[in-house]
C-alpha cells in the first residue's frame, strides 16, 4: 500500500491550505485513516481522522479550523487547514489502518501504512 501526500507549503497566518492523501484504491474504502503532524523536537501527534464510515475526529488544537474528508471514488484523504497559525508549521503524514471496523484510530500503533509526509510552514 502506498500512501503519497500532497498539498503542503509555505502560507501566511490566517491563510488556508488542503492537503491530499493519494491512497491505494484496493484497500482505501475499508480503511480508517487519520493526519499526524510532526513538529521539529516534538512528538507526532494526531492532527485528525476519519473512520470507514465517515466517523471524524481532530485535536483541540484544530477543532473548528480543519476538516477531514475522503473521497471513495479518487482513494483520497483529504485535510482542509483553515485560519493557519504559525504553530500548525510541521510535517504532515498521512496514515491508514487495514481491517474493516468502523473506528476513529487515535494512536501512531493502530494504523498499518504511513506517507513520507508533506511541509506546512506557516509564517507570522
Known amino acids: 500500500v502506498q500512501l503519497v501526500e500532497s498539498g503542503g507549503g509555505l502560507v501566511q497566518a490566517g491563510g488556508s491550505l488542503r492537503l491530499s492523501c493519494a491512497a491505494s484504491e484496493t484497500i482505501f474504502s475499508i480503511n480508517a485513516m487519520g493526519w499526524y503532524r510532526q513538529a521539529p523536537g516534538k512528538e507526532r501527534e494526531l492532527v485528525a481522522a476519519?473512520?470507514?464510515?465517515?466517523?471524524?475526529y481532530y485535536a483541540d488544537s484544530v477543532k473548528g479550523r480543519f476538516t477531514i474528508s475522503r473521497d471513495n471514488t479518487k482513494s483520497t484523504l483529504y485535510l482542509q487547514m483553515n485560519s493557519l497559525k504559525p504553530e500548525d508549521t510541521a510535517m504532515y503524514y498521512c496514515?491508514?489502518?487495514?481491517?474493516?471496523?468502523?473506528?476513529?484510530?487515535?494512536?501512531?500503533?493502530?494504523?498499518?501504512?504511513w506517507g513520507q509526509g508533506t511541509q506546512v510552514t506557516v509564517s507570522s
Open positions: 496514515a491508514a489502518s487495514g481491517g474493516s471496523k468502523d473506528a476513529v484510530f487515535l494512536v501512531p500503533d493502530d494504523y498499518d501504512y
Open positions: 476519519i473512520s470507514s464510515g465517515s466517523i471524524t
